[in-house]
Structure formats: structure tokens, C-alpha cells
């Protein structure tokens, strides 16, 4: 069974610090991964898709992988009250189907 | 351009009773998910339609959930007869094609079985 595993927090920082959320993955196969963003009530909005080994920026979010690893995260810079949010990591195979992680809390504090 | 988009967004009725729930994809795009979130539990899938046709439905739990999207558009997925365990939020994705990874999600339906 593929699993999708991430860490439920909740993670806690500062406002203007470096927000770190990390998960793993079990299926080898995995070709694509991505970082949604969900507000309580919300529905799930993507953020982030890496395909590649490496780092891949776009304005204060960069998404982190490593296949050997079977490891992929995202960085938040300059963390903001508005980013406070459940960050819902998914991955997929050829199939496209995205099996999702359970998610983790992020609290940005002023 | 309009998203996906659920309907209705919250649903309450009683163990027993039949509900169904409606998406309407991304206009244009072939590919339509089904997915679940339970209490405390992850997003998981349900079922996967590719214009009218069912792709993968490995995720449905059991007969009592039917999903249809006849002419390749809207989909409905019907819980009947509604046990409480099938209480939880209700989601729908989309994606345009075979190239394209990225899925875009509808609001969800808060489906409550009392």
C-alpha cells in the first residue's frame, strides 16, 4: 500500500522565520509530488509540484527532493499569519492518482 | 474561469437515508477524482473517471457508494443507504489530461450521518 507520511504537528514559529515541512513517501514509482495548502474549511489549494531531484523556488515557497531518500519538503521564508494552514503533502505515480499525506498544522505566531 | 465546484456544500441526514453529492469539474478537463477525508484521517481516494469512464475505482469502500458522470461532465456520487461511518468531507479534483499532474480541488461537501 502506497503511504504518504508526514508529521501532524502542530509546527509552530515566528513570524519572519524559516517554516520547514517535511514527508515521506513509500512508492519507489513516485513521479510527482506536491505541496497543497488547505485553510480550515477550505479545500486543499495547490502550491507546489516537483517532478525533479533538487530544489525548485517560487516566490517564498521551494520544494525540496530527494528520490534516493524517498524525501521531499517545503521551505516557507519570511513566514507569515496567513500561512498558518494545514500543508497536505501528495505524491504520484504514472496513474496521476495524488495519495495524500494526513497533513501537518503549521502556526505562524506575530 | 470557473473551478470545481461541489454541491452542496454541507449535508446532514440520517443513517439509512440516501444522499447524493455533485461535482462539476474544470470545464475541459477529462479527469475526475472522488476523494474522502474522515475525521483525523488523510485524504484518500475513492475513484478516478476519465471523460464518462471509470478509470479506478479501488478506493470506493463498499456497494453502498455509486459514482456516475454521465456524458464526461458533472459526476454524482450517491451513498445509499448512509451508514455514520460515512460521515466526513467529500472532495472533488480535476485535471485536464494525460500531461498535466496537477489536480485542482472543489470545496468539498461536509457530509454529517446521524
Known amino acids: 500500500q502506497k503511504e504518504v507520511e508526514q508529521n501532524s504537528g502542530p509546527l509552530s514559529v515566528p513570524e519572519g522565520a524559516i517554516a520547514s515541512l517535511n514527508c515521506t513517501y513509500s512508492?519507489?514509482?513516485?513521479?510527482?509530488f506536491f505541496w497543497y495548502r488547505q485553510y480550515s474549511g477550505k479545500s486543499p489549494e495547490l502550491i507546489m509540484f516537483?517532478?525533479?531531484?533538487g530544489d525548485k523556488e517560487d516566490g517564498r515557497f521551494t520544494a525540496q527532493l530527494n528520490k534516493a531518500s524517498q524525501y521531499v519538503s517545503l521551505l516557507i521564508r519570511d513566514s507569515q499569519p496567513s500561512d498558518s494552514a494545514t500543508y497536505l503533502c501528495a505524491v504520484s505515480g504514472g496513474s496521476y492518482i495524488p495519495t495524500f499525506g494526513r497533513g501537518t498544522s503549521l502556526i505562524v505566531h506575530p | 474561469e470557473a473551478g470545481v465546484t461541489q454541491f452542496p456544500s454541507h449535508s446532514v441526514i440520517e443513517k439509512g437515508q440516501t444522499v447524493t453529492l455533485r461535482c462539476d469539474p474544470i470545464s475541459g478537463h477529462d479527469n475526475l477524482y472522488w476523494y474522502r477525508r474522515v475525521m483525523g484521517k488523510e485524504i484518500k481516494f475513492l475513484l478516478h473517471?476519465?471523460?464518462?469512464?471509470?478509470?479506478?475505482e479501488s478506493g470506493m469502500p463498499n456497494n453502498r457508494f455509486l459514482a456516475e458522470r454521465t456524458g464526461g461532465t458533472y459526476s454524482t456520487l450517491k451513498v445509499q443507504p448512509a451508514e455514520l461511518e460515512d460521515s466526513g468531507v467529500y472532495f472533488c479534483?480535476?485535471?485536464?489530461?494525460?500531461?498535466?499532474?496537477?489536480?485542482?480541488f472543489g470545496q468539498g461537501t461536509r457530509l454529517t450521518v446521524v
Open positions: 479534483a480535476s485535471r485536464p489530461d494525460r500531461t498535466t499532474a496537477e489536480a485542482f
Open positions: 516537483i517532478y525533479s531531484n
Open positions: 512508492d519507489r514509482g513516485s513521479q510527482s
Open positions: 473517471f476519465v471523460k464518462e469512464s471509470k478509470q479506478d
